[in-house]
């Protein structure tokens, strides 16, 4: 079970940091760009670190607070509730 969990969380961080590169080479050509909501869900699907690691790198979204205050939050919430789980598992 956990290498499926793995699977998809590095599936899903490789799609987000995609998706956002991809974003960023629409918003400079100014062609119609994918929907924020879309590049949200990805984070929040297990996409965090995927996420937070395009802005940076492709300085993308980084000016708008939903972005730069949100897909921190959200890593940091995942990263609780693994620590949260992998301690409910282990039985302390």
């Known amino acids: 079970m956990i290498k499926i969990i793995l699977i998809y969380l590095a599936a899903v961080n490789l799609a987000a940091f995609i998706v956002y590169g991809r974003d960023k080479r629409l918003a400079v050509k100014e062609r119609y760009r994918i929907s924020e909501k879309t ?53 302390v």
């Open 39 to 91: 590049l949200i869900l990805l984070a929040l699907f297990g996409g965090s670190i995927g996420s937070l690691a395009a802005m940076h790198l492709f300085h993308h979204k980084t000016r708008k607070k939903k972005f730069a205050w949100g897909v921190p939050a959200i890593l940091v919430l995942q990263a609780a509730l693994c620590i949260y789980l992998i301690i409910r598992a282990s039985g």
